[in-house]
T-cell receptor, first 111, second 115 residues
Framework: QKEVEQNSGPLSVPEGAIASLNCTYSDRGSQSFFWYRQYSGKSPELIMSIYSNGDKEDGRFTAQLNKASQYVSLLIRDSQPSDSATYLCAVGGGSQGNLIFGKGTKLSVKP | NAGVTQTPKFRILKIGQSMTLQCTQDMNHNYMYWYRQDPGMGLKLIYYSVGAGITDKGEVPNGYNVSRSTTEDFPLRLELAAPSQTSVYFC??????????????FGSGTQLSVL
């Protein structure tokens, strides 16, 4: 059974701080990694994808991947109250094109 | 560009009733999926399809059925609704396996309550 683990939180950070979200996965053969943001009552939206070891930056977001440790993280710099949401880590690489999702980490950014 | 469209947005069912959740996409994606999301939980795969005429079970298929007669449409059928099926249902689509192609596009979701 392929699993994706995340701390459920809530993770609370002050406005302007760096938020660090972590995720581990069980399938060493996984090749695709995604972070989705989900506001309450809304559908998930993709914010980052990463496929190679190292860092990938997009604006205030940085995704980090370490395949040897089976670890993915998301850093949000200069956190804003509008970043308050649940962040879902998802792992792909299966033949069905399906993604395996973690339970999500709830982030709260306090003004 | 509509993307993935789900209907209805909300529905209340009585135990034992049946209903169909509709899903259609206009991106010509071959791969389509139905997920359910319970409070505080991640997304669990119910059924998926890799193309018209082809469907397969996911992690939690019991109590559901699907069909895929066209590339665009992937309805989810609930037969004999039970309280355990109270959940938020998301339809999603993607180009398919492979780097860059696995990005999931989600519909807006259906909040279903079975009482």
């Amino acid at each position: 059974q392929k699993e994706v683990e995340q701390n459920s939180g809530p993770l609370s950070v002050p406005e302007g701080a760096i938020a660090s979200l972590n995720c581990t996965y069980s399938d060493r053969g996984s090749q695709s990694f995604f972070w989705y943001r989900q506001y309450s009552g809304k559908s998930p939206e993709l914010i980052m994808s990463i496929y190679s070891n190292g860092d990938k930056e997009d604006g205030r977001f940085t995704a980090q991947l370490n395949k040897a440790s089976q670890y993915v993280s998301l850093l949000i710099r200069d956190s804003q109250p509008s970043d308050s949401a649940t962040y879902l880590c998802a792992v792909g690489g299966g033949s069905q094109g399906n993604l395996i999702f973690g339970k999500g980490t709830k982030l709260s950014v306090k003004p | 560009n509509a993307g993935v469209t789900q209907t209805p947005k909300f529905r209340i069912l009585k135990i034992g009733q049946s209903m169909t959740l509709q899903c259609t996409q206009d991106m010509n994606h071959n791969y389509m999926y139905w997920y359910r999301q319970d409070p505080g939980m991640g997304l669990k795969l119910i059924y998926y399809s890799v193309g018209a005429g082809i469907t397969d079970k996911g992690e939690v298929p019991n109590g559901y059925n699907v069909s895929r007669s066209t590339t665009e449409d992937f309805p989810l059928r609930l037969e004999l609704a039970a309280p355990s099926q109270t959940s938020v249902y998301f339809c999603a689509s993607t180009l398919g396996p492979g780097q860059g192609a696995e990005k999931l596009f989600f519909g807006s979701g259906t909040q279903l309550s079975v009482l």
